[in-house]
Nanobody
Framework: EVQLVESGGGLVQVAGSLRLSCGVS????????IGWFRQAPGKEREGVSF????????HYIDSVKGRFTISCDNAGNTVYLQMNSLKPEDTAVYSC???????????????????WGRGTQVTVSS
């Protein structure tokens, strides 16, 4: 059974930092792509950062470029999302998702992902 468990969320002030973790069990990250998604109250879920743990290729949405960094710890089967210079508009429930990475591809569409975690709340106060 594939399971993803997020941790590291919390309450932080504007310009602060948080590091989210996505612990993966049931599959080996060496063959998988991971995406971080977020959903704010009253808004649709959106993709934030994506990585293939095969070759380490990454993709970010424009609003987080230069502030967020996604990385794979294949030995630890964990994916991290380092979030710096946080803004109130980053407030959301953050979820990670996994899918098999064909040829090391990065996937940015929610529909590409098979397995999902339950999420962790990130709140940025002004």
């Amino acid at each position: 059974e594939v399971q993803l468990v997020e941790s590291g969320g919390g309450l932080v002030q504007v310009a602060g930092s948080l590091r989210l973790s996505c612990g993966v069990s049931g599959v080996t990250l060496d063959d998988y792509a991971i995406g971080w998604f977020r959903q704010a109250p009253g808004k649709e879920r959106e993709g934030v950062s994506f990585i293939s743990c095969v070759y380490g290729d990454t993709h970010y949405i424009d609003s987080v470029k230069g502030r967020f960094t996604i990385s794979c710890d294949n030995a630890g089967n964990t994916v991290y999302l380092q979030m710096n210079s946080l803004k109130p508009e980053d407030t959301a429930v953050y979820s990670c998702a996994a899918t098999w990475s064909y040829s090391g591809n990065v996937y940015v569409s929610q529909s590409d992902y098979e397995y999902w975690g339950r999420g962790t709340q990130v709140t940025v106060s002004s």
